[in-house]
């Protein structure tokens, strides 16, 4: 059983960056595909992106691309999210979510990053 | 890439069946049988119902079923029960080996 835990609640101005863990148990992070999934305040599931095992690469958002990269840290079995430019609009919870690439059977417990100057 | 489209809500009394829609494209619903449903409890994280169109995960009641016809899925949950109020979300692979979500229903239970 696959178990994801988040690090906790983060507040930051806009423009600052956020970097968001997720910590893998019960697998090691090699074997998953993890991607990540944010969710503003009363609103939808919204995919960032994550790692695409068919060619071994993370793909993101076309949204996100240039202002999020993921990472891997693959000895403390740890992945990470790190936002940069962040605005109001990225006021959400972030969520880490792992299965087979195309539907995620596991989930973290949710981040909440909150942007406010 | 655009957002599935989902009612944004439906309801249904107990014991009754309801259908959620799933309206995409031939670039993600219409083209690979990678459509997930997932359900989110308030305050919760989403859990997976329904993979590949009509799979359940182990765990997940037979009350719960998936199905395509061309561009657009469905969930369907027969026998409604209280616990069953939540938001639903569908979930598909694209073309561009990317996932896109639908904007969620909400479900009552009357």
């Known amino acids: 059983q696959v178990q994801l835990v988040q690090s906790g609640a983060e507040v930051k101005k806009p423009g600052a960056s956020v970097k968001v863990s997720c910590k893998v148990s019960?697998?090691?992070?090699?074997?998953?595909?993890m991607h990540w999934v944010r969710q503003a305040p009363g609103k939808g599931l919204e995919w960032m992106g994550g790692?695409?095992?068919?060619?071994?690469?993370?793909i993101y958002a076309q949204k996100f691309q240039g202002r999020v990269t993921m990472t891997e840290d693959t000895s403390t079995d740890t992945a990470y999210m790190e936002l940069s430019s962040l605005r109001s609009e990225d006021t959400a919870v972030y969520y880490c979510?792992?299965?087979?690439?195309?539907?995620?059977?596991?989930w973290g417990q949710g981040t909440l990053v909150t942007v406010s100057s | 890439q655009s957002a599935l489209t989902q009612p944004a809500s439906v309801s249904g009394s107990p014991g009754q069946s309801i259908t959620i829609s799933c309206t995409g494209t031939?670039?993600?619903?219409?083209?690979?049988?990678?459509v997930s449903w997932y359900q989110q409890h308030p305050g919760k994280a989403p859990k997976l119902m329904i993979y590949?169109?009509?799979n359940r995960p182990s765990g997940v009641p037979d009350r719960f079923s998936g199905s395509k016809s061309g561009n657009t899925a469905s969930l369907t949950i027969s026998g409604l029960q209280a616990e069953d109020e939540a938001d639903y979300y569908c979930?598909?692979?694209?073309?561009?080996?990317?996932?896109?979500f639908g904007g969620g229903t909400k479900l009552t239970v009357l």
């Open positions: 790692f695409d095992p068919e060619d071994g690469e993370t």
């Open positions: 590949e169109v009509s």
């Open positions: 979930s598909s692979y694209t073309s561009s080996s990317t996932v896109v």
């Open positions: 979510a792992t299965g087979n690439g195309v539907q995620f059977d596991y």
């Open positions: 019960g697998y090691t992070l090699t074997e998953l595909s």
């Open positions: 031939s670039s993600d619903v219409g083209g690979y049988n990678y």
